[in-house]
């Protein structure tokens, strides 16, 4: 067994690799690793990333960082399917790379710092936002959700009719993001009906009940 995950199943993007290894079948050494607390032992940071973060995926002795680009690799490296990520299309494969790339740069910025400041900071001290500052670090992350739905419109999922590592990627970032913020999708039908279909995924329900379990932590933590 070569390949490797270190992973929190509270991590969106612990969540997305893990999808592509048990989609593809790959025998994997699945490494349970509290976010925040086992990254940030000097340990974790010597042997397995230094900047103490996880997902973090080895194969072959080498470990590879950034979520999005261990799907890549795996989906190359151990021919997924080509509607999952296209390898030979590769018009096809910029559409997905787009949407990759859109998550980290858009709808993770703008949901994660939503999180940070509303839910997260306060827990340690910060000072509670205003609802003028709430209302405007959720119209930026509303923004990005709005660029989504209306993205799907037209189809099932975000580059046509058919499942990409992409819609799970973004699946996972938006449903966590909502969960902790307490919203629902009323105001974006679009992806509401997105969420439900993904959410019949195998895969997707396993890991979705695999997050309730790591919530149950957080919750006995903080009593």
């Not at 900047?51 to 190359?76: H, N, W």
């Not at 390898?87 to 998550?103: F, P």
Request: charged share 30%; with cysteine.
């Amino acid at each position: 067994m070569s390949v490797k995950l270190w992973y929190d199943p509270a991590s969106q993007p612990c969540r997305t690799v893990k999808f592509v290894i048990k989609t593809l079948g790959i025998d994997a050494e699945i490494i349970p690793t509290k976010a925040m607390e086992d990254t940030r032992t000097e340990e974790f940071k010597r042997d397995i990333n230094p900047q103490g973060f996880v997902p973090v995926l080895e194969d072959k002795g080498q470990k590879i960082y950034e979520s999005a680009t261990m799907c890549r690799y795996l989906l190359d490296a151990y021919k997924g399917d080509e509607s999952l990520f296209p390898r030979e299309d590769l018009l096809a494969r910029a559409q997905v790379d787009s949407w990759l790339d859109y998550n980290n740069t858009a709808v993770r910025q703008t949901g994660g710092t939503a999180v940070d400041e509303i839910i997260a900071n306060p827990m340690f001290g910060a000072e509670v936002p205003s609802e003028e500052q709430k209302k405007k670090l959720l119209d930026s992350y509303f923004k990005d959700l709005k660029h989504i739905d209306t993205s799907l419109k037209n189809s099932d999922f975000l580059t046509g009719d058919k499942l990409t590592i992409a819609d799970v990627q973004i699946y996972n970032e938006i449903t966590s993001t909502s969960l902790f913020l307490k919203l629902t999708f009323d105001d974006f039908p679009n992806i509401k009906s997105w969420i439900d279909r993904i959410g019949e995924n195998e895969v997707i329900k396993e890991l979705n009940e695999e997050l309730q379990e790591r919530l149950k932590d957080f919750a006995e933590a903080m009593k």
